[in-house]
């Protein structure tokens, strides 16, 4: 049984889904792959909150509060093994400081034993995160400075950097691109 709920956010509703092993989605509405994850269109989902899910909302409570929350309430990423490497580096940047895809793209090149490994493959795997902001996919930005790429939209991205205080010297919302 998949279970899920809403989150009513500064930045608008968020759904949440989960089962009893880990949290699955936290997509916020209508973003860029809103509501998929392996195998969605197979589950019947019951509007509860289990365990989990209460911890996610807990979580995003402390979140939006200004502060950055002490735990993670267990996820289940289910995906690709590509797609799971780059998720597991973003869940090693730091609150309050960013990551570029390239610097991504150089550490899952070394997890992997590759010389090396194309920022534009990262940059797609970063994009169908399924659990945004835990996951926080918000954090990785372009060499260059833009902030681009990010499903949940720029808008929201530059919000969650601004909430956990990132130093937005250098950083811009390009005039175009994608994810905008």
Known sequence: MIYRTYYLSPLGRILLTADDIGLIGVWFEGQK???????????????????????ALRWLDIYFSGREPDFLPPMRYDSTPFRKCICDIMLTIPYGQTMTYGEIAAQAARRQGLDRMSAQAVGGAVGHNPISILIPCHRVVGSDGSLTGYAGGVANKQFLLELEGVDMTGLYVPTRGTAL
């Open 33 to 55: 792959y809103f509501g998929e994850f392996p195998g969605h269109m197979n589950y019947i989902f019951e509007e509860k909150e289990n365990h989990i899910l209460k911890d």
